[in-house]
C-alpha cells in the first residue's frame, strides 16, 4: 500500500536559518508531488509541485526552494528563513492520470522566532 | 486570484440542522474532490465528483457537480457533532491541484 512519509511534525527555527523539510512516498511510482502552505483554520496555498524528477514548478515567488533529487522524494528549502514562513506545511501525491485524489502526509507546522 | 471560491468561510450550527457548502469557479474542471481536514492533520479525501449533474451520497452527505462542471456544492443532513471540521474542495487545474480557502464547520451539541 502507498504511504507518504513528512518530517519533522513540529519545528522551532530562528529567522534567518536554513530549512529542510522532507517529504517521500513509498507503494507508488513516478507520482506528481506537491508542497502546500496552510494558515490556520485556512485552505492550502499551493507553492511547489513535481511532475518527475528534477522538474519543478513555482506557485507563488517567495523566499523557498523546493527539489526533487529521486522519484520519491520532495524536499522544501530555505537559505534564510523570516518570520512570514511560519505556518503548518503539507506534502501530498497524486496518482497520475487517476482524478487527482491527493493523499497527505501529517504536515510540518514550521515557527520561525 | 482564487480560482475555487468557497462560501461560506466559518458555519456554526446546532446539531440535528442541516447545511450546505459551496465551491464556485470561473474555470471547467475535470473533476473536483471534497476533502475534510482536522486540527494538525492533512486533509482526507470525502469524495470525487466526475460528472457535470453528478450527485454522490456519503451517508449523510450529499455532494453535486454543477451540469457546466464549475461548481459543487456539499449538503450535509442532520449534522453532528462529529461533522465539526475544515472542508475543503479542490480540483486540478493542468498538473496543479489547488484548493479552495476552506469552510469552518462548528457543530455543537
Known amino acids: 500500500s502507498q504511504t507518504i512519509h513528512q518530517w519533522p511534525a513540529t519545528l522551532v527555527q530562528p529567522v534567518g536559518s536554513p530549512l529542510s523539510l522532507e517529504c517521500t512516498v513509498e507503494?507508488?511510482?513516478?507520482?506528481?508531488l506537491y508542497w502546500y502552505r496552510q494558515a490556520a483554520g485556512r485552505g492550502l496555498q499551493l507553492l511547489f509541485y513535481?511532475?518527475?524528477?528534477?522538474?519543478i514548478s513555482s506557485e507563488v515567488p517567495q523566499n523557498l526552494s523546493a527539489s526533487r533529487p529521486q522519484d520519491r522524494q520532495f524536499i522544501l528549502s530555505s537559505k534564510k528563513l523570516l518570520l512570514s514562513d511560519s505556518g503548518f506545511y503539507l506534502c501530498?501525491?497524486?496518482?497520475?492520470?487517476?482524478?487527482?485524489?491527493?493523499?497527505f502526509g501529517q504536515g510540518t507546522r514550521l515557527t520561525v522566532v | 486570484t482564487q480560482l475555487l471560491e468557497q462560501s461560506p468561510q466559518f458555519l456554526s450550527i446546532q446539531e440535528g440542522e442541516n447545511l450546505t457548502v459551496y465551491c464556485n469557479s470561473s474555470?471547467?474542471?475535470?473533476?473536483l474532490q471534497w476533502y475534510r481536514q482536522e486540527p494538525g492533520e492533512g486533509p482526507v479525501l470525502l469524495v470525487t465528483?466526475?460528472?457535470?449533474?453528478e450527485v454522490k451520497k456519503l451517508k449523510r452527505l450529499t455532494f453535486q457537480f454543477g451540469d457546466a462542471r464549475k461548481d459543487s456544492s456539499l449538503h450535509i443532513t442532520a449534522a453532528q457533532p462529529g461533522d465539526t471540521g475544515l472542508y475543503l474542495c479542490?480540483?486540478?487545474?493542468?498538473?496543479?491541484?489547488?484548493f479552495g480557502a476552506g469552510t469552518i464547520l462548528r457543530v455543537k451539541s
Open positions: 501530498a501525491w497524486v496518482e497520475k492520470n487517476h482524478n487527482t485524489e491527493a493523499f
Open positions: 507503494g507508488t511510482s513516478n507520482p506528481n
Open positions: 513535481s511532475v518527475g524528477i528534477g522538474q
Open positions: 474555470s471547467v474542471f475535470s473533476s
Open positions: 465528483v466526475v460528472t457535470g449533474g
Open positions: 479542490a480540483g486540478a487545474y493542468g498538473n496543479k491541484l489547488v
